[in-house]
């Protein structure tokens, strides 16, 4: 479901990896992605290469050659998983994860994704803990009483963007009774 933090966990793992210095990091969204030749396109310009007259094969042929370890971040790909475009993109990935040796993908989707045919760790991010849920509003609005921020908490079902989004009403002077009431 969105809210739940996905892109944001892909992003801070590839900043971790970035800053180990050992491996490569490359960031596409693909939110409101209409081709697999836009999604190459993109990933063609977070590698700083021009695009030719066959994109696709381009850019299999630049990652199967990459002396670096590398991680592709493709964020939020549930518009390149509807049937029109599926069939494409689940091709290019099993195609790279293939012959690619020294890349993997990492891949946020509200769905999951287990038709690609590719060996993979999948990792589904539930709700916060009702604990975990409070501690976050506090943290993100300390003038919140520890008995409005459980009840909030409560309230926004543990899901990290409600937690974040009430935060943030909060902040601007609305009172915690107005919104638990």
Do not use: W
């Not at 964020?75 to 509807?82: H, I, K, Y």
């Amino acid at each position: 479901p969105p809210g739940f933090g996905k892109s944001e966990v892909a992003i801070q793992v590839g900043r971790e990896l970035v800053s180990q210095g050992k491996i490569d990091v490359f960031y596409i969204t693909l939110k409101s992605m209409r081709s697999l030749n836009s999604m190459v396109n993109s990933l063609l310009g977070a590698l700083q290469i021009l695009s030719g007259t066959d994109p696709i094969q381009q850019v299999k042929n630049c990652l199967r050659t990459l002396s670096n370890h590398t991680i592709i971040i493709l964020d939020d790909v549930d518009d390149m998983l509807l049937p029109e475009k599926k069939d494409a993109f689940c091709n290019f990935v099993k195609s790279v994860a293939q012959t690619a040796s020294r890349v993997k993908f990492m891949i946020t989707s509200r769905q999951v994704i287990d038709f690609l045919s590719v060996n993979k760790l999948p990792v589904c991010l539930d709700s916060l803990c009702p604990d975990h849920a409070k501690e976050l509003l506090l943290t993100l609005e300390s003038r919140v009483s520890e008995e409005d921020a459980e009840q909030l908490a409560h309230y926004c079902g543990g899901v990290p963007l409600v937690l974040r989004t009430t935060a943030a009403v909060l902040a601007k002077g609305i009172d915690a009774k107005a919104l638990i009431s």
